[in-house]
């Protein structure tokens, strides 16, 4: 969208926001958090899918089966990332509409404090990257226990 900006006025955190982008910073969070939606709507909508055709259709290619249980692995391993961010997109929206509501009533030192303590990015790049990290340690000791199902010790009985 092209029009003519001013550039005049202060903007506490992005020096090309100028003061009638706000409006186009709204349309940009409600296009994100719907996106947000779908690709959660999908993902938990393909995790079913798999697991049902695993469960009730028995399929003997290997490559076939293979591929659903990676796609049930994967989904069920970025799902909980996939929640958080858009937690983080809920909370952020709610507080970006909910302090237009009040905008007038306080002074602008007031409202850009209460701004910065409710912008979301710091902690979502702080708890962001742990979720990560825990979530690839879990998958590394799923594996392991998967792998120790598998590979069962021979005793008297199994021969």
Aim: with cysteine.
């Amino acid at each position: 969208m092209f029009r003519n900006e001013t550039f005049e006025g202060r903007v506490p955190y992005c020096t090309g926001a100028t003061p009638g982008s706000g409006e186009t910073s709204m349309y940009n969070t409600y296009f994100l958090f719907i996106l947000d939606v779908v690709n959660i709507a999908l993902d938990f909508v393909l995790l079913k899918y798999n697991k049902y055709k695993m469960k009730y259709e028995k399929n003997y290619k290997l490559c076939k089966t293979f591929q659903r249980q990676q796609n049930v692995y994967s989904i069920e391993q970025f799902l909980p990332s996939a929640l958080f961010h858009a937690v983080c997109y809920v909370v952020q929206l709610a507080s970006m509409v909910f302090g237009r509501s009040f905008r007038g009533k306080v002074s602008d030192i007031e409202f850009n404090t209460i701004n910065a303590y409710t912008y979301l990015m710091p902690y979502y790049c702080a708890i962001g990257p742990t979720i990560l990290l825990i979530l690839m340690k879990k998958g590394r000791l799923v594996r392991k226990e998967n792998l120790k199902n598998t590979v069962v010790p021979q005793t008297a009985e199994t021969n």
